[in-house]
């Protein structure tokens, strides 16, 4: 069958109200679900799951592949309005979305949000649709010492996102790695850290260490201090985002969005890194990286492309593999199994038709992302104008509610009740969070890529540098370290005082 | 605090954690099977590694903050560290012990009604008609759309029973 | 207040106990899945929650609680009320292969009271397409010879205690410790392993694998039933003259905290004999490569006591209990 008769197969698929409709109120329902803390795109997407049973595999699964696109965007609304990110992808968001909403331009980040989302959606798809098979072949040779290596790579963000002292930003990376400890061991099944309670076992659930970090600190800030804000502007304020803002963060957007790609179509990963390495690489070669971190809108605009980089890309492994690349496309793939079809390289040959129809849904996806998107920042925006002293207690009571739903455990409320106290802590001896966090997710990836590796190779070290992959990642890291090493000791040298932190 | 008194806290603090997990922490709650046939398989060596790691930050915190200026000054200055700031810090304490004995108890709903509005207190809001009534109304909404729109098996309370 | 009552999950919170039983049940049940979304045990769950609510007459409200193994969730059926009104999805892995090989596991058998066993999953090993290893007979050539590893879904799992019991059944000597394990965090990336080139072979239940053996991507050694199993061009182990590792299926069930009364226990009993009845069920189940058999509560009770004591004995034999 030749490109354009898979076309006309697929389009003939699509091509009809129910699939554009289905498509449309999941991307309506993702944003909305990613809006909520706790509740996060991949929650979302499980509970839509049920309903796609009875429709027709395409409907079903374009409804849930708008969920998951809108629920990555809708995760940055909270993160810039209240500190709290919708869903785990969005938390580089918070580094400079949050700043400029304390400054009355949540209205500029949102719209600059819903920019690069939409652009990094479209250049995933395109990716996905061009690349696919290329791409999935190239993620089969991503093993262990891959991985490893990659994962190494990634924890120099640390150095980006650590604020004015790298020291600090290493200390909280470390107790970042720590707590990310608590479980069980992944190659002996022993405890460590756990005191024999079954919940620990399972380690922290990550977004209750996430809500926990962010916006607890923020609740017990103004519990310290209530009246800090008086006198700030936090109104929404008239100012949207202009092209003169997207023309000067496009090239962290398209970088962003093919971190996303080459991220996402390596099972494992995810979109949070994908956004801390996004905005860290924008943050190097910025001219105005000194703003990063204060409410610099490019920062913005590199963590969304990021983030929803990665949401096109993640079908690769998908489609091409059958392989899931992270929750939420597990859950995508058991709707294609209730359907009785079997992604894989086959499903190309078999079932053309589908991918192309899918393929047609997705381009169109970004189109309703931009629609519904606008409507809801409009929507959103007036949580920036609630009285802050009503604002904090109902933020409170969201996250209780997110949290636990998360894993239908109290316990999970209980940690981030406790996450809250130590990011409080942090944020008084100015420890900055984004480290612990990328440390909290990248952490146990490492040790357990690391260990899987000696297992394969016996114990013998070198297949640490097994190949070309590895032997590009640890070249990268190790630039990247004497870079940082340079800058530290150069500020060293300069003589005290919390100076710029080394560039990465 | 200063600068100075930061770092130095810090360092100190880091270096404490790291004897801490060194010395009591890992050796008592970290367990390993007998038979680990390489140190660097065993589950103990990460942990190791983070504590070693920590301890050497801890140094760098320390020779960093003596570097600093003792007289500079903070970039933030901190005259809310009274009193009254931390009562209320204690008390937001202890609310969110008092939640975490009462959400099995109570529920989830009724809690979260009592934290709320015991929140918009502590903060001394401007509104407390719109407080009270908020705290009614925010745990009923948040039940109402988590129960029967996301179907999540919010906990009731022995008290009342929700639909 | 300990950590242990702060575990306590959503579901103790249940209302007037001991009332009469013959109303039962009064309102919702909270149904505990102790593994995420997506995974065959919550596709199981939910595809039998449609018949079986009917069947009911109230709802049932779903509730994944994941961690551990399927441990945390466990635990929370294990410590709520006795009262029906919380029930666990009970799997292979969290309820037979978990207590035979976790001295640390914070339940037993005993502190559960199964109602039905209604699905059995058979299991299946495969090695990847580009794999020279093209029967079981060359595979225990390998892992007799040069060595061989597997993947899995994690210490203690399924996928980890199946492999080690292939081995053994196939006389290589010392077989927790002949072949290397390389255990992944979770189903689908211990079938990444094998596909990337990461482990050797991987023996789960058949429908994690189905996809992968159809899309010709890797290629299915033997299965675990008497008879051959639809879509896998593969011997049973009964051909292969080894009929006892047919005990090594997966299985996914029904149960409540141990002082579950009777009555309750006899309803359960009645409900899943109406609920598999259902014809949509039946085909959805097994076209996802399940077979559906129902069992009443005391068949469940003892099918489970008798694939534990063999794990048991198996782990025990080769030494592969996880302490501390």
């Known amino acids: 069958m030749s490109f354009l008769d898979s076309l006309a197969a697929g389009l003939s698929l699509v091509g009809n109200i129910e699939a554009f409709l289905a498509l449309f109120i999941g991307v309506v329902i993702g944003v909305i679900g990613g809006a909520i803390p706790g509740m996060s795109a991949t929650m979302a997407v499980a509970l839509t799951l049920p309903f796609t049973f009875a429709m027709q595999p395409i409907t079903g699964i374009l409804l849930l592949l708008g969920v998951y696109k809108g629920g990555i965007f809708g995760g940055s609304i909270p993160a810039i309005l209240i500190k709290t990110p919708g869903t785990p992808a969005s938390s580089a968001t918070i580094l400079d979305g949050y700043p400029l909403a304390e400054r009355g331009e949540a209205g500029r980040a949102l719209g600059m949000a819903l920019w690069a989302s939409c652009t990094a959606d479209v250049i995933s798809n395109l990716a996905l649709i061009l690349f696919a098979g290329w791409l999935a072949s190239f993620a089969l040779s991503f093993g262990p010492p891959e991985f490893f290596t990659l994962i190494l790579f990634s924890l120099t963000i640390i150095a980006g996102v650590s604020g004015d002292s790298l020291l600090r930003g290493a200390l909280s990376a470390l107790l970042g790695l720590l707590l990310a400890t608590i479980g069980l061991d992944l190659v002996y099944g022993t405890n460590r850290f756990t005191f024999g309670d079954p919940n620990m076992m399972g380690g922290l659930n990550f977004i209750a260490v996430l809500i926990g970090l962010f916006a607890i600190p923020e609740i017990l800030a103004m519990v310290w201090h209530p009246t800090a804000h008086v006198g700030k502007t936090r109104s929404l304020g008239k100012n949207w985002v202009s092209f003169a803002d997207y023309r000067r963060s496009f090239k962290s957007i398209v970088r962003g969005s093919f971190i996303g790609v080459f991220l996402g179509s390596i099972p494992g990963i995810g979109a949070a890194p994908s956004a801390f390495l996004s905005y860290s690489e924008a943050r190097r070669t910025s001219k105005n990286r000194e703003n990063f971190g204060k409410g610099e809108i490019e920062g913005v605009a590199a963590s969304e492309a990021g983030n929803n980089g990665v949401a096109g890309a993640t079908l690769i492994p998908l489609l091409a593999l059958g392989v899931p690349g992270d929750v939420i496309t597990a859950i995508i793939i058991g709707a294609f199994m209730i359907h009785g079809l079997q992604p894989g390289p086959m499903m190309f040959i078999l079932n053309v038709d589908i991918i192309y129809g899918l393929f047609i849904g997705l381009i169109v996806s970004s189109l309703f992302l931009f629609m519904v998107g606008s409507v809801a920042i409009r929507g959103f925006k007036y949580v920036a104008d609630l009285p802050r002293r009503i604002l904090i207690p109902a933020v409170l009571v969201l996250c209780i509610y997110g949290v636990f739903a998360v894993n239908n455990n109290i316990f999970d409320v209980g940690v981030m009740f406790a996450m809250g106290w130590v990011g409080f802590v942090m944020m008084r001896y100015r420890v900055p969070p984004a480290p612990f966090l990328i440390a909290f997710i990248l952490g146990p990836l490492l040790e357990d890529n690391f260990r899987q590796a000696m297992l394969m190779s016996g114990s013998d070290p070198t297949i640490l540098i097994r190949g070309p992959i590895t032997w590009f990642f640890w070249a990268m890291t190790v630039v990247t370290i004497v870079a940082i090493v340079r800058a530290g000791v150069g500020a060293f040298r300069r003589g005290p005082g919390r100076g710029r932190a080394p560039e990465a | 605090m200063t600068e100075r008194q930061v770092q130095l806290r810090l360092g100190v603090g880091a270096i404490a954690m790291a004897l801490f997990l060194a010395a009591i922490a890992i050796p008592n709650w970290v367990s390993s099977p007998s038979n680990v046939g390489n140190i660097v398989l065993s589950p103990l060596f990460w942990p190791y590694v983070l504590a070693g790691f920590a301890g050497l930050t801890g140094l760098g915190l320390v020779i960093a903050g003596l570097r600093e200026a003792a007289q500079d000054p903070a970039p933030e200055t901190d005259d809310h560290a009274h009193g009254p700031a931390w009562r209320r810090l204690a008390g937001m304490a202890v609310f969110m012990l008092l939640t975490m004995y009462a959400l099995p108890r109570l529920g989830m709903v009724l809690t979260t009604m009592l934290l709320f509005a015991a929140t918009a207190f502590l903060v001394r809001t401007r509104h407390p008609v719109t407080a009270v009534i908020c705290a009614l109304l925010v745990p009923l909404v948040l039940y109402g759309f988590f129960a029967h729109v996301a179907g999540v098996a919010i906990p009731q309370g022995e008290v009342i029973r929700l639909p | ?324």
């Open chain 3, 1 to 324: 207040m300990t950590l242990k009552t702060m575990g306590a999950v959503c579901a103790l919170s249940l209302g007037l106990a001991g009332a009469a039983w013959a109303e039962y049940p009064e309102r919702p049940i909270n149904m505990v899945i102790p593994y995420g979304a997506g995974g065959a045990t919550d596709i199981s769950a939910r595809t039998i929650s449609e018949p079986l609510g009917k069947a009911v007459g109230k709802p049932l409200v779903m509730a994944n609680v994941t961690g551990a193994g399927g441990a945390t969730g466990s635990v929370a059926v294990q410590n709520a009320k006795e009262d029906g009104y919380t029930m666990l999805f009970a799997r292979v892995g969290s309820h037979s292969v978990n207590p035979a090989m976790k001295a640390t596991l914070p339940y037993t058998l005993e502190d559960f009271r199964f109602v039905t066993v209604y699905e059995i999953n058979p299991f299946a090993c495969v090695v990847s397409a580009r794999s020279d290893i093209t029967s079981m007979e060359a595979l225990i050539e390998q892992a007799k010879g040069d060595g061989i590893s597997f993947s899995s879904s994690g210490v203690g799992s399924g996928p980890h205690l199946a492999a080690a019991m292939v081995l053994n059944a196939f006389g290589v000597e010392d077989a927790a410790n002949a072949a290397t394990h390389i255990p992944q965090q979770g189903g689908g990336a211990a079938a990444t392993a094998v596909l990337n080139g990461t482990a050797d072979f991987l023996c789960t239940n058949s429908s994690a694998l189905a996809g992968f053996v159809s899309n010709g991507q890797m290629r299915a050694l033997m299965v675990t039933t008497a008879d051959p199993v639809e879509g896998f061009d593969a011997p049973t182990s009964v051909d292969l003259g080894q009929p006892d590792l047919q005990q090594m299926v997966g299985w996914t069930g029904i149960a409540g905290p141990a002082g579950l009364p009777d009555e309750v226990a006899a309803k359960w009993g009645d409900w899943m004999q109406s609920a598999a009845a259902d014809a949509e069920f039946v085909e959805k189940m097994e076209s996802r490569g399940s077979i559906i058999r129902v069992m009443s509560p005391e068949e469940a009770n003892d099918f489970i006591q008798g694939q534990y004591e063999t794990f048991r004995k198996l782990v025990d034999d080769l030494g592969m209990r996880i302490e501390g």
